[in-house]
């Protein structure tokens, strides 16, 4: 199709036919409207489409195509890699549509493309259920859900993707089509780990888990003398504790509202998620004996405050840069790189998370979901959260060294949620820069071909993208 030149009343007559209106770029709150979660990322829409309903979605993909426009899908918003907003091209903004169903009975819900984890929390708890999500409440759950979705309950129920039972897909080419167990299935295995590729998700059903009203919950915090002890015990620790045990080893420097000081600190985040506390003290107290913490802070929450705990760490509007990769062990020689670049860590702004896997998350049978890897043991995250773009290149630095340094234990899978936007995270084996690509040949293969029955013109290509495969290919 080519290129042509769109007149402002194009736009505004695609306003008129838009539930929640459009945002052009002489509008006053245009950089507001265009801004997303990562500050690195800044760009400048053509149009900013916000939906008012699902309804607009088949409109707004409609012009999109007909006038040449690259398309930007933005749910949450929170995405590192900043694929919710494009150069010139039409943002699809589904923030209005947060609605969630909680059907007790079936322990369905059903939530729409602009929901947030607190959302979806807000409307579970009440029933003394929950939906695996992630760690922070602000994230939206089309994008965690699309790529995985790790948090904490993954131990104990798998990943937020294992739980989608259904879908509502709004296509380029306009058409709603359902994907279940039963109708598109191969639709829904794609959707579960191979990200937005495939079409608009308008609807969302998950699998919700009882939880108890308050869980078992806390951090334990150790100093630098105390490092290496803890984390040989951690190791120790994790080789056999039970499912509804998830845990987070995270590496900092405190923000002044934690009062735990200016040095940095590693911390052992944990919830149980089991119905009998008892059991879940009784874990618990076994790393305590082998490892006591310098402060611990160990307490009984309501499911959505502790899962709101961290929010303050990834507010909106900070500069962000990440990498990851799941690890094979946490042995003598891994500790000894994880303290070191630990110690080095003396500034607020970068931090590192090593998420403990198994469980249910490794149970999961690997040909059920688009989920590239379930063999790591841990997985770990280095990120970065500050505001001066003069830290840039040291806090990049840091980040990319302590990811070269992490390889030799590296399992080599990625996690796209954790991805950023470079070339060098390549989807596609083969890719330069010797980096493990994230699916393997045949997994890759079957994306392609769903890519191809629903998006043969790969016109959803703002993402990690998936290019569909040749006819006959």
């Known amino acids: 199709m080519a290129q042509h030149a769109i007149d402002v009343s194009d736009y505004r007559q695609l306003g008129e036919t838009i539930g929640g209106g459009i945002v052009l770029p002489d509008d ?30 088949a409109p707004a993909l409609a012009f999109a195509r007909d006038h040449d426009l690259l398309i930007a899908i933005r749910g949450g918003g929170h995405n590192v890699a900043g694929h919710g907003t494009v150069d010139g091209g039409l943002v699809l903004d589904l923030a209005a549509c947060n609605d969630v169903h909680v059907d007790p009975d079936t322990r369905i819900v059903t939530a729409g493309p602009g929901a947030t984890l607190a959302d979806l929390d807000a409307a ?16 939206g759950i089309a994008g965690l859900a699309l790529g995985g979705g790790f948090g904490w309950l993954t131990r104990a129920h798998g990943l937020t993707a294992d739980n989608l039972v259904a879908a509502e897909v709004v296509t380029v080419d306009g058409r709603t089509v359902r994907a279940s167990a039963t109708e598109n299935p191969d639709l829904l295995w794609a959707l579960k780990g191979g990200g937005g ?21 806390g951090n334990l915090v150790y100093s ?13 620790w994790t080789e056999d504790v039970p499912d509804e045990m998830t845990s987070i080893v ?26 009998e506390h008892q059991a879940g003290q009784d874990c618990l107290d076994r790393l305590l004996a082998a490892a006591p913490p310098d402060v611990p802070d160990v307490a009984r929450l309501p499911w959505p405050q502790w899962q709101s705990s961290l929010d303050a760490v990834f507010p909106r509007g900070v500069r962000a840069y990440w990498r990851n990769t799941g690890l094979n062990r946490l042995d003598g020689d891994a500790i000894d790189v994880i303290t070191r670049f630990a110690s080095q860590q003396t500034w607020l702004g970068t931090a590192f998370d090593i998420h403990h896997m198994g469980g249910a998350f490794g149970r999961v049978d690997e040909h059920s979901s688009s989920f590239p890897s379930r063999n790591a043991r841990y997985w770990i995250n280095i990120y970065g959260f500050w505001n001066d773009s003069a830290d840039d290149a040291h806090h990049v630095d840091f980040i990319r060294s302590l ?25 596609v084996p083969g890719a330069p820069a ?40």
Not at 28 to 56: C, F, H, L, Q, T
């Open 403 to 427: 990811d070269t340094a992490m390889r030799p234990f590296s399992s080599g899978a990625q996690y796209l949620n954790f991805m950023g936007a470079e070339a060098d995270n390549p989807l």
């Open 434 to 473: 010797n980096q493990p690509s994230v699916y393997g040949e045949a997994q890759l293969a079957r994306l392609r071909d769903v890519k191809l029955a629903y998006d043969p013109a790969n016109l959803l290509r703002l993402n990690h993208n998936i290019p569909p495969t040749l006819a006959g290919a």
């Open 28 to 57: 006053a709150d245009y950089d507001e409207a265009r801004a997303v979660w990562n500050a690195m990322i800044d760009k400048r829409p053509a149009v900013i489409v916000r939906a008012g309903s699902v309804a607009d979605v």
């Open 197 to 217: 590729n495939f079409g608009v998700v308008t609807s969302f059903s998950f699998s919700a888990h009882p939880l108890p009203t308050s869980v078992l919950c």
């Open 124 to 139: 579970t708890a009440p029933h003394g259920l929950a939906v695996p999500v992630g760690v922070i409440s602000a994230t």
């Open 224 to 236: 630098a003398a105390n490092w290496t002890r803890a984390l040989r015990a951690y190791a120790r």
């Open 250 to 275: 995270t590496s900092l420097t405190p923000p002044p509202d934690w009062e735990l000081g200016a040095e940095p600190v590693v911390v052992v985040g944990f919830a149980w998620s089991g119905s």
